[in-house]
């Protein structure tokens, strides 16, 4: 069983910033693709791709997201970030950071059925 520990969301009025963090054992943290997903309302049952990020740092964003939200990690502390500029209300969801065994691969990096573990979420709330 992977623990991935998600925090840092909250409210925040349109426009500002936050910055979601993702606690994970070293292990998983280096071998395993990470990634961000998320579930808005109204649409729980789907999980959106946000970003990914492979062990040797390549990244891949939704196109609606490229630009205004950033995927990272600390090695050092076994840690993923998700930073998250201009946000929208549309933004307004709960995000789940996720561990994969894939072969890196763009064209299934944002797709959750690749991904076999997820934490339990952190809520994102955008207000006008």
Same mark, same amino acid.
């Given at each position: 069983?992977?623990?991935?520990? /998600?925090?840092?969301?909250?409210?925040?009025?349109?426009?500002?910033?936050?910055?979601?963090?993702?606690?994970?054992?070293?292990?998983?943290?280096?071998?395993?693709?990470?990634?961000?997903?998320?579930?808005?309302?109204?649409?729980?049952?789907?999980?959106?791709?946000?970003?990914?990020?492979?062990?040797?740092?390549?990244?891949?964003?939704?196109?609606?997201?490229?630009?205004?939200?950033?995927? &990272?990690?600390?090695?050092?502390?076994?840690?993923?970030?998700?930073?998250?500029?201009?946000?929208?209300? /549309?933004?307004?969801?709960?995000?789940?950071?996720?561990? &994969?065994?894939?072969?890196?691969?763009?064209?299934?990096?944002?797709?959750?059925?690749?991904?076999?573990?997820?934490?339990?979420?952190?809520?994102?709330?955008? &207000?006008?």
């Amino acid at each position: 069983q992977v623990d991935l520990v /998600e925090s840092g969301g909250g409210s925040v009025q349109a426009g500002g910033s936050l910055r979601l963090s993702c606690a994970t054992s070293e292990y998983y943290f280096k071998n395993y693709v990470m990634a961000w997903f998320r579930r808005r309302p109204g649409n729980e049952r789907e999980r959106e791709g946000v970003a990914a990020i492979h062990t040797d740092g390549a990244t891949d964003y939704a196109g609606s997201m490229k630009g205004q939200f950033t995927i &990272s990690k600390d090695n050092a502390k076994n840690t993923l970030f998700l930073q998250m500029d201009n946000l929208k209300l /549309e933004d307004t969801a709960m995000y789940y950071c996720a561990a &994969s065994v894939m072969k890196w691969d763009r064209a299934r990096s944002l797709n959750p059925r690749y991904y076999f573990a997820f934490g339990q979420g952190t809520q994102v709330t955008v &207000s006008s």
